[in-house]
């Protein structure tokens, strides 16, 4: 079955620093892959997404970049923020249509002054 | 963008009593709703799975007379947690899709359940 494996938090950094969150995949044929984030209190927001092998997913600075060769999909920012502190969700999707999402664990990120 | 509003966003009730929580979709017609379980410090767990018109596809370790799914229309399905305990504590969050093939899923903002 379809699984995602994401590096354990917390990530503890220092404002401007570089963020890198490990994640990686096992799924049967070609997923898509995305990144969600969540506030302390609120729901999941839609970070980034990639469709296929060597996609790059953007937004806020964020981006990912779709291997399929290793299977991953790291999350990376150049310069984090203190308002960049929430929980980062690995996530796949069979590209059957119907399916839903298969999520990792979650990285909680802590971004201090 | 679409949106999927959830309500209520917190509720605290007393052990023994029933929550309803409700999913809407409010620009775009919701052929799949998922409903999903989080426990502090932990991902998302998908309780559920429920197309309009049809009853609910539950997981496994879901008991389905505890967690009443309905999805009545195209734009609202709902969630009723019956007789709640303690360990029913948890935070519950929707999302939805039009069902078309890779069409986008869009989440509620989850609802904070307390049972005391």
């Known amino acids: 079955g379809n699984s995602v494996t994401q590096m354990e938090g917390p990530v503890t950094l220092s404002e401007e620093a570089f963020l890198t969150i490990n994640c990686t995949y096992t799924?049967?044929?070609?997923?898509?892959l995305f990144w969600y984030v969540q506030y302390p209190g609120e729901g999941l927001q839609l970070l980034l997404k990639?469709?296929?092998?060597?996609d790059k997913g953007s937004n806020k600075g964020f981006e990912a970049t779709y291997r399929k060769e290793t299977t991953s999909f790291h999350l990376e920012k150049g310069s984090v923020q203190v308002s960049d502190s929430a929980v980062y969700f690995c996530a796949l999707r069979s590209n059957s249509g119907y399916s839903t999402l298969t999520f990792g664990k979650g990285t909680m990120l802590l971004v201090s002054p | 963008g679409a949106v999927v509003s959830q309500h209520p966003s917190r509720v605290i009730c007393k052990s023994g009593t029933s929550v309803k929580i409700e999913c809407r979709s409010l620009?775009?017609?919701?052929?799949?709703m998922f409903w999903y379980r989080q426990f502090p410090k932990q991902s998302l767990m998908l309780m559920a799975t429920?197309?309009?018109?049809?009853?609910?596809?539950?997981e496994q370790g879901v008991e389905k007379d505890k967690f009443l799914i309905n999805h009545a229309s195209l734009t609202l399905s709902t969630l009723t947690v019956t007789s709640a305990h303690p360990e029913d504590s948890s935070f519950y969050i929707c999302?939805?899709?039009?069902?078309?093939?890779?069409?986008?899923?869009?989440f509620g903002n989850g609802t904070r359940l307390t049972v005391t």
């Open positions: 990639a469709t296929k092998a060597d």
């Open positions: 799924a049967t044929g070609y997923p898509s």
């Open positions: 999302s939805a899709t039009t069902g078309a093939p890779n069409s986008p899923l869009h």
């Open positions: 620009d775009f017609q919701a052929t799949t």
């Open positions: 429920s197309n309009e018109g049809s009853k609910a596809t539950y």
